[in-house]
């Protein structure tokens, strides 16, 4: 199993410029999710999804959007970058919302 | 509301010496909660979790945590630190209902371990 997924692994865009983030995960795992994560602030729930075809905000959503046609894939879109969304996200997938998650390696996006 | 508080940012210990990683809760009802690991540029690592019953949980590479539900605290504790151990770990608690629950992260406390 080659588990949870991300691309790119850097990327860096220009104020404004929209982007997808890729996640994938070959565990057949219902939940997953999109996290930032910034120095002294931890991990920060932008959106996740509890199955295909479902999904909902976590606590920094804005400028951010997903979807999730199938089990395997969670892609994240940003719609127009800022420079406030310079980061390191992560996608985690997990059995069940709630439970023991598996996370993958990371983006790190820079917004100029 | 839920919330997670890692009160130390970096915690220094030297190699071959117990070490504490402390963790205080806050959440409605029964608490989950969870303890991750992250070596650098790398995604969290799961360590351990606890549901229920015996206070102190044992995870992998050596670590266990001690829930003590008087004092809202679930710290990680390791008897005997190594160099290896040195990274950046994460307390995580559970919350919401249903199919929809969450899990709400601390700020994450640096462990360096020195030689």
């Known amino acids: 199993n080659a588990g949870v997924t991300q691309t790119p692994k850097f990327q860096v865009l220009k104020t404004g410029q929209s982007m997808t983030l890729q996640c994938a995960q070959d565990?057949?795992?219902?939940?997953m999710s999109w996290y930032r994560q910034d120095p002294g602030m931890g991990l920060r729930l932008i959106h996740y999804?509890?199955?295909?075809?479902?999904?909902d905000q976590g606590e920094v959503p804005n400028g951010y959007n997903v979807s999730r046609s199938t089990t395997e894939d969670f892609p994240l879109r940003l719609l127009s970058a800022a420079p406030s969304q310079t980061s390191v996200y992560f996608c985690a997938s997990s059995i069940s919302g709630g439970n023991t998650q598996y996370f993958g390696p990371g983006t790190r996006l820079t917004v100029l | 509301a839920q919330s997670v508080a890692q009160p130390e940012d970096q915690v220094n210990v030297a190699e071959g010496n117990p070490l504490t990683v402390k963790c205080t809760y806050s959440v409605s009802g029964n608490p989950y909660l969870f303890w991750y690991v992250q070596y650098p540029n790398r995604g969290l690592q799961f360590l351990l979790k606890y549901i229920t019953g015996d206070n102190l949980v044992k995870g992998s590479y050596g670590f266990e945590a001690e829930f003590n539900k008087s004092q809202t605290s679930f710290h990680l504790k390791k008897p005997s630190a190594l160099v290896s151990d040195s990274a950046l770990y994460f307390c995580?608690?559970?919350w919401g209902s249903g199919g929809y629950q969450k899990v709400t992260f601390g700020t994450g406390t640096k462990l360096q371990v020195i030689p």
């Open positions: 999804s509890v199955g295909a075809g479902i999904t």
């Open positions: 565990m057949n795992h219902e939940y």
């Open positions: 995580a608690v559970r």
